[in-house]
């Protein structure tokens, strides 16, 4: 019930131009909502109104967490952090990030950066493994090396990571 609230809620700005925000009570209602650029987005919420929230926010270019996503996540100690993208076939995707039981890894986006680059040897191998699953070859390259890189990071920090098909 409050995951489809979310999601009919995240389908709404799934196209947007700019990033859109929202930060969801247990109910579901849109506690905060924001509107950024094409690449960013801020909340400017207090810290203690994120925490323990599902917060979620369009990407716009079909990708996965950011360095700064991760970051943040931390920061504002939210249950969980969500994108709703649309790739360049047309597909929309559900990034969601959830908060471990001994909590999230506290990383400033210039550490996150570095384990997300570490992982990138090892999503270059995959995907060499994989072959082209999009008509867009050089966005389906970036989409899953972005998600693989992710997948590397989230296992190291023991995260719960999930990228799912969003028909829409
Ligand atoms: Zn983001």
Same mark, same amino acid.
Do not use: I, P, Q
């Given at each position: 019930m409050v995951e489809e609230r979310i999601s009919r809620d995240e389908q709404s700005?799934?196209?947007?131009p700019v990033e859109h925000g929202?930060?969801?009570d247990a109910a579901g209602n849109a506690i905060y909502? /924001?509107? &950024?650029?094409?690449?960013?987005?801020?909340?400017?919420a207090p810290r203690a109104d994120m925490k323990d929230r599902v917060v979620t926010h369009?990407?716009?270019n079909g990708t996965s967490f950011s360095a700064?996503?991760?970051?943040r996540a931390g920061y504002f100690d939210v249950a969980e952090l969500r994108i709703i993208t649309r790739d360049a076939t047309g597909q929309a995707w559900l990034y969601r990030l959830q908060r471990p039981e001994r909590g999230w890894p506290r990383l400033k986006e210039t550490s996150a950066q570095i384990y997300l /680059?570490? &992982?990138e040897s090892a999503a270059a191998k995959r995907i060499l493994g994989q072959g082209a699953t999009s008509t867009d070859a050089?966005?389906?390259?970036?989409n899953n090396a972005m998600h693989y890189r992710m997948e590397h990071?989230?296992?190291h920090f023991g995260l719960s990571y999930t990228r799912e098909k969003v028909d829409c």
């Open positions: 700005f799934v196209d947007m929202r930060v969801y909502r /924001a509107v &950024g650029r094409e690449y960013t987005l801020s909340f400017g369009n990407h716009t700064k996503d991760l970051a /680059a570490a &992982g050089v966005a389906d390259f970036v990071v989230a296992t």
